[in-house]
């Protein structure tokens, strides 16, 4: 039996893996986003699949094998769950867990075993005319015949995984909503929230089958404390503090590790975190952000980023989307607050201001004119912000954006906030796999990246402003959680620990979000966003920007 494709002269293709085949006949997108873009989640079904697996081999090898093979002429590797022989056969077996289809195999699980069997046939070099899947959900083995008729269907599903592979374009979504309720990679995919975008938007509602998580039950690790080391011991991340006693995390739980000033962490800690999907991060002590790391990939998408962004019409449609979005809800925050506060007169100068802006912003025909809307609209919120906070906590007193340094507390506290957001930002941009340095509307005139400050501007108001004027009137803030050196204010220690306990809380908070029509944190949020932005240019645009406080 001969192999599946003939191969041009000089071409060396890395070898398939089976359970990508699996993967394509359940779901082209899911083999594209596994294989091409290399987005794997090992979620609590695929860890019971090997647990199961494990079960099933004897202690004593016995009869059965658990083989990892690998065929040239195929182009295919894999490891098969066992080999049993049978009346002088030898027949590669495959366990799952869930049920049969009826009385027969389903169509990938079916790919799945025949592909092994085809490289038993290569590597014994003897015909192989059976395999068999065992399912214990209903208690069934499902003998497949290992024919011609099987092998040719191999062979056109290997073709077709090759063509997919030299694209940069995903497939579809699977037109069949049923498999995407059970697939690993659907809080990737965004499936259904791809599909709100055929229902008109006055019609927008929960969609029915909730896929993208509410909360990342992973925590981020601050580490604040000058002289502190993160290393780790097994599977868990341990932060020993200069004086006093060590703290231990499981490596599960941990999705982000952020050092603060002089903190270290170990290269051991470094590989961990980069194998474990964990970013680590660098903020200097006063706050600002130094850099950090992830795990490579993304090549597709970034090809896909380059493409769109360097189309000018594009961009400028989606800063201004970008900029009404950010301008609104500072403006619906600041009407809110004043009319809670009984300020609404005082502050209807900014607020008129902003509206004016708004209605600029539809008329900019270029980046730079939406620019200075944008900035005019900030100035008016601004200058409206001091009227929300309490005039009894005068160390907090709030008289202007100051940046580079902050010169006042209120400005210190606002810095470091957005710090911790662009961290956040960051991180989620690498999760998704776009590339930060190319953006829609900032200009790239400093170190920070461009489309971190672009997707910033969607949170700065929900997650940092509204907590740190709440904190404010609630009292919260003393005047030693800071250090004035001249006419530069940083955040002490204290001040420090109290942001971050502020800022991450937030973040845990749930709120309805507008276009997709469920509830979700703040944390989730942010990579939501980053996940439509990419949609933009994938394929599948309008979702990204429309998120709104109400006023």
Same mark, same amino acid.
């Given at each position: *039996?001969?192999?599946p494709?003939?191969? !041009? ?8 893996r089976? *359970?990508?085949?699996?993967?394509l006949? =359940?779901c082209e997108?899911?083999?594209f ?5 290399e987005?794997?989640?090992a979620?609590q079904?695929? +860890?019971?699949?090997?647990t ?6 004897p ?5 059965l094998l658990?083989?990892?093979l690998?065929?040239?002429t195929?182009?295919l ?7 049993r ?16 289809r009826g009385?027969?195999?389903?169509d ?9 069997? @085809? ?6 070099g ?8 065992? +399912?214990h959900?209903?208690?069934? !083995?499902v ?6 008729? @099987? ?14 592979t ?14 995407c309720?059970?697939?690993?990679l659907?809080p ?5 929230e ?10 927008? !509602?929960?969609?029915a089958?909730?896929l ?8 981020v690790?601050?580490v604040?404390?000058?002289g502190?080391?993160?290393g780790?011991?097994?599977e ?8 006093g ?6 490596g ?10 002089? @903190?270290?962490?170990?290269?051991q800690?470094?590989h961990y ?6 970013g680590?991060h ?8 130094a850099?950090?790391?992830a795990?490579?990939g993304?090549?597709?998408?970034r090809?896909?980023q380059?493409?769109g ?6 961009c ?19 009407l809110?607050?004043?009319r ?7 502050v209807?100068a900014?607020?008129s201001g902003m509206?004016?802006e708004?209605?600029? *912003?539809?008329? &900019?025909d270029?980046p ?5 809307h944008e ?5 008016h =919120?601004?200058?409206?912000l001091?009227l929300?906070l ?8 709030f008289v202007g954006r100051s ?5 006042d507390?209120?400005?210190? @506290? ?6 911790l957001?662009?961290?956040?930002v ?5 999760v998704?796999?776009?590339e930060?340095a ?9 170190a ?14 929900? *997650? /940092?402003?509204?907590p ?6 609630r009292?919260?803030w003393?005047?030693?959680?800071f250090?004035? !050196? ?8 204290t001040?420090?620990?109290? &942001?971050?306990?502020?800022y991450e ?7 309805r ?8 944190? +703040?944390q ?12 933009? /240019?994938s ?13």
């Amino acid at each position: *039996m001969s192999g599946p494709l003939s191969t !041009t002269a000089g071409e060396d293709l890395s070898p398939l893996r089976i *359970m990508s085949l699996h993967a394509l006949a =359940y779901c082209e997108r899911l083999f594209f986003l596994e294989e091409v873009e290399e987005i794997r989640v090992a979620d609590q079904r695929v +860890y019971a699949g090997r647990t199961l697996h494990a079960a099933e081999l004897p202690a004593d090898g016995g009869e059965l094998l658990n083989a990892t093979l690998e065929s040239a002429t195929w182009g295919l590797k894999g490891k098969v769950d066992y080999l049993r022989y049978r009346d002088g056969l030898l027949i590669p077996f495959e366990h799952k867990r869930g049920r049969s289809r009826g009385d027969g195999a389903w169509d990938s699980d079916r790919l799945q075993v025949v592909a092994y069997a @085809a490289l038993l046939i290569d590597h014994l070099g003897r015909p192989i005319s059976e395999a068999r899947i065992r +399912y214990h959900a209903n208690n069934k !083995t499902v003998r497949v015949a290992i024919d011609e008729a @099987a092998l040719a269907d191999l062979r056109r599903a290997i073709s077709r995984a090759r063509t997919l592979t030299e694209s940069v374009q995903r497939p579809p979504v699977a037109s069949n909503e049923n498999l995407c309720a059970h697939c690993s990679l659907a809080p990737v995919c965004l499936p259904e929230e791809e599909r709100l975008l055929t229902a008109p938007d006055e019609e927008v !509602t929960p969609t029915a089958i909730r896929l993208f998580p509410e909360h990342d039950e992973r925590q981020v690790v601050h580490v604040t404390e000058p002289g502190s080391r993160v290393g780790k011991q097994g599977e868990e991340i341990v932060v020993t503090p200069r004086d006093g006693d060590p703290v231990k995390f499981p490596g599960r739980r941990v999705g982000a590790i952020v050092l603060h000033g002089a @903190a270290q962490i170990t290269s051991q800690t470094v590989h961990y975190a980069l194998a474990h999907d964990i970013g680590v991060h660098w903020l200097s002590g006063g706050g600002q952000y130094a850099g950090g790391i992830a795990a490579p990939g993304g090549v597709q998408r970034r090809h896909r980023q380059f493409a769109g962004l360097s189309d000018p019409t594009f961009c400028l449609e989606l800063a201004r989307r970008l900029a009404r979005a950010k301008v609104a809800n500072q403006l619906h925050f600041l009407l809110r607050s004043a009319r809670n506060r009984g300020v609404r007169t005082e502050v209807e100068a900014a607020l008129s201001g902003m509206r004016a802006e708004l209605r600029g *912003m539809e008329q &900019a025909d270029d980046p730079d004119t939406l620019r200075g809307h944008e900035g005019m609209a900030g100035r008016h =919120y601004f200058s409206g912000l001091p009227l929300l906070l309490d005039p009894g906590q005068a160390h907090m007193k709030f008289v202007g954006r100051s940046r580079r340094p902050p010169t006042d507390r209120f400005n210190a @506290a606002l810095s470091f906030g957005y710090a911790l957001l662009y961290r956040d930002v960051v991180a989620a941009l690498l999760v998704v796999g776009l590339e930060p340095a190319f953006g829609f509307f900032h200009r790239p005139r400093s170190a920070a990246y461009p489309l971190a400050l672009d997707l910033m501007e969607l949170f700065r108001t929900t *997650m /940092w402003d509204m907590p740190l004027v709440a904190a404010i009137n609630r009292q919260q803030w003393r005047e030693d959680d800071f250090i004035a !050196t001249g006419r530069q204010v940083w955040l002490a220690e204290t001040g420090r620990k109290l &942001a971050i306990s502020l800022y991450e809380t937030r973040k845990q908070e749930v709120w309805r979000h507008p276009a997709v029509g469920y509830s979700l944190s +703040y944390q989730r949020a942010i990579e939501l966003e980053a996940r439509l932005l990419e949609k933009e /240019w994938s394929g599948s645009p309008g979702l990204f920007a429309r998120m709104r406080l109400r006023g």
